[in-house]
C-alpha cells in the first residue's frame, strides 16, 4: 500500500520557470491537501480538495494552481517561481472532513534561484 | 495571526526521563488536537489525538493532556528513547474548519543515549 506518493523529491528552478509538483494516493480519499513549510515554521496550507472538480484556496495559495480531475490525483502548479516559493511541499489525504487524522506524502523540496 | 503555538522551538531529554513538549492555541473553535512527528526527509505522520471532551488520551509511552480552560495541551513521552528525536507538530482543527489542519511551529525533540 503506497498512501500518498510525490514526485519528484527534489527539484531547482530559475526564477521564472514553471513546473507542476505530482500528488497520487491509493486510499479513496476525497479530501486532498498542499502544504508549504519552510524552515522553523510550521506547514502552512497551500490549496485543498474536498473531491473530484472541487478546490479552494489555504492561507497561502498566491502564485499557485491546482486541479482535481480525479480522486487520486491532486497536482500543485507553480508558474513564475520566484524565491519566496523556496520551500518543502507536503501533499496530504484524509478520508473526510471530520477524520482530521492526515496522511502525508514525504515532501519535494523545491529550491527556486 | 497564528493560532497555535509551540514557543520551544527545540528540546534536549536524556535517555529512559519524561519528554514534554507543550502547546498553546488561540481559537476557542477548535475542539481536536493532534500531534505528528516527522523525521527529516519524511512526511509528517500522525502520532496521538484528542478531542475537546477529553482532557486525556493514552496510547503506549504517549500521553496527551488538553487543559480547556487555558487552551493549552501536552504531549507527554515516557521513558524517552532515541528513536523518538524527531520534530513534533502540534495541529488543531474543528467542525467549522472543513477538515483544514492549523500547525504549530513544530518543536525539535531530542533524547540523548
Known amino acids: 500500500n503506497a498512501g500518498v506518493t510525490q514526485t519528484p523529491k527534489f527539484r531547482i528552478l530559475k526564477i521564472g520557470q514553471s513546473m507542476t509538483l505530482q500528488c497520487t494516493q491509493d486510499?479513496?480519499?476525497?479530501?486532498m491537501y498542499w502544504y508549504r513549510q519552510d524552515p522553523g515554521m510550521g506547514l502552512k496550507l497551500i490549496y485543498y480538495?474536498?473531491?473530484?472538480?472541487?478546490?479552494d484556496k489555504g492561507e497561502v495559495p498566491n502564485g499557485y494552481n491546482v486541479s482535481r480531475s480525479t480522486t487520486e490525483d491532486f497536482p500543485l502548479r507553480l508558474e513564475l517561481a520566484a524565491p519566496s516559493q523556496t520551500s518543502v511541499y507536503f501533499c496530504?489525504?484524509?478520508?473526510?472532513?471530520?477524520?482530521?487524522?492526515?496522511?502525508f506524502g514525504p515532501g519535494t523540496r523545491l529550491t527556486v534561484t | 495571526d497564528q493560532q497555535v503555538k509551540q514557543n520551544s522551538p527545540s528540546l534536549s531529554v536524556q535517555e529512559g526521563r519524561i519528554s514534554i513538549l507543550n502547546c498553546d492555541y488561540t481559537?476557542?473553535?477548535?475542539?481536536?488536537f493532534l500531534w505528528y512527528k516527522k523525521y527529516p526527509a519524511e512526511g509528517p505522520t500522525f502520532l496521538i489525538s484528542?478531542?475537546?471532551?477529553?482532557d486525556k488520551n493514552e496510547d503506549g509511552r504517549f500521553t496527551v493532556f488538553l487543559n480547556k480552560s487555558a487552551k493549552h495541551l501536552s504531549l507527554h513521552i515516557v521513558p524517552s528513547q532515541p528513536g523518538d528525536s524527531a520534530v513534533y507538530f502540534c495541529?488543531?482543527?474543528?467542525?467549522?474548519?472543513?477538515?483544514?489542519?492549523?500547525f504549530g511551529q513544530g518543536t525539535e525533540l531530542s533524547v540523548k543515549p
Open positions: 496530504a489525504s484524509s478520508s473526510t472532513a471530520y477524520s482530521y487524522e492526515q496522511y
Open positions: 486510499m479513496n480519499h476525497n479530501y
Open positions: 484528542i478531542s475537546s471532551i477529553k
Open positions: 495541529a488543531a482543527s474543528g467542525n467549522n474548519q472543513g477538515g483544514k489542519l492549523i
Open positions: 481559537n476557542s473553535m477548535f475542539d481536536y
Open positions: 480538495s474536498v473531491g473530484a472538480g472541487i478546490t
